[in-house]
């Protein structure tokens, strides 16, 4: 005899199934150009929750309730509220896709030298290269928690135009941590590069701070090797980590005595998130020669190119008057390492 719980489980699934279906599609649109141009997880993601989706509900709307035995009463409902929880999370994940400048900012110079700038981009990464002389000194930039990679191209560009080369890489699910090897497997692929700085935004500089102190040069190693200079025998074999970047950000640890590169923070005076207190808090964490930058009336969303964030602040400035700020100090961080 059908039970009310056989009953009330069938509709259970009836109703989780038809949200999957209506949520990907919803996902899907709401990504939009993300879909080609992020990380290809989250599209495959949301090809799978609707597929499963759409099936799970064909069969459900089709079959009547029937007689339960209890084990797999017990089953179907950790299956609802495991399907419940991946749909809700693929909701979740919608990312901050890039506007504009940013979107501007991704299209290649047609000088071939000077202070030109080429943009590549991949599955994987964006990468902006000088079409100028190149400096020994390059930039891994990791973005933020849900944020489309491009996002950071206006804000980073300044740095690829003093030479630098850019690497920002386009992480599974739009999530940090799930990057954390990305540095590691991209050090070593532009030549050109002797010394790196690694930095991000919000929880990609919390990442970043990882990669720093995991590839700095220990204490006891001889420094990198300048552009011109001869390397040694006991030479890093590979270019290792020299600067620290955050923006908006701090580290999830104690560096404060093992880090071993200079670290420059910059934060907002009016950001909702990276609040003032947090920064503040996070000096500790820090070196103590680490330089603090903050630009006044500046939020969390200042920091990329991606509209508005829930839970930051109101600001004060314009955005492209802190953008400059960031850009500035930012160049200037990194151009010192060529000095």
Do not use: C
């Amino acid at each position: 005899m059908v039970s009310r719980v056989d009953s009330v489980g069938l509709w259970a699934i009836r109703v989780v199934s038809t949200l999957g279906v209506i949520v990907s599609l919803w996902a899907a649109v709401a990504t939009g150009a993300m879909l080609i141009h992020g990380h290809p997880a989250y599209t495959i993601l949301l090809v799978v929750v609707f597929v499963v989706s759409f099936l799970v509900a064909f069969r459900s709307w089709r079959r009547k309730a029937r007689p339960q035995r209890r084990r797999a009463v017990v089953l179907r409902g950790i299956g609802i509220v495991a399907g419940a929880a991946v749909i809700a999370v693929a909701a979740w994940l919608v990312p901050s896709s890039a506007v504009e400048p940013a979107l501007t900012a991704m299209n290649s110079d047609s000088a071939v030298s000077g202070t030109g700038v080429s943009v590549s981009e991949n599955a994987l990464q964006i990468v902006l290269t000088p079409t100028g002389a190149v400096s020994p000194t390059g930039v891994f930039f990791q973005p933020g928690a849900r944020v489309d990679a491009r996002a950071y191209a206006a804000v980073l560009r300044p740095l690829a135009e003093a030479g630098h080369i850019v690497v920002i890489p386009k992480q599974p699910l739009g999530i940090a941590f799930l990057a954390i090897t990305a540095f590691g497997s991209a050090r070593t692929s532009y030549p050109a590069v002797t010394r790196w700085v690694v930095g991000g935004h919000s929880l990609g500089g919390t990442v970043a701070a990882i990669d720093a102190q995991s590839f700095s040069v220990s204490a006891s190693a001889p420094p990198p090797a300048t552009a011109g200079a001869a390397s040694t025998s006991s030479a890093p074999t590979s270019p290792p980590v020299v600067g620290l970047l955050l923006f908006a950000s701090y580290p999830a640890t104690d560096m404060s005595t093992s880090l071993n590169a200079k670290v420059l923070s910059i934060s907002g005076s009016n950001d909702g998130l990276a609040t003032p207190a947090k920064i503040a808090e996070s000096k500790k964490l820090l070196p103590a020669d680490t330089t603090f930058v903050v630009v006044e009336g500046g939020v969390h969303a200042f920091f990329g190119d991606y509209g508005p964030q829930s839970g930051d602040g109101q600001p004060t400035t314009t955005h492209d008057d802190a953008r400059t700020t960031i850009s500035e100090a930012s160049v200037a961080f990194v151009d010192g390492f060529d000095k």
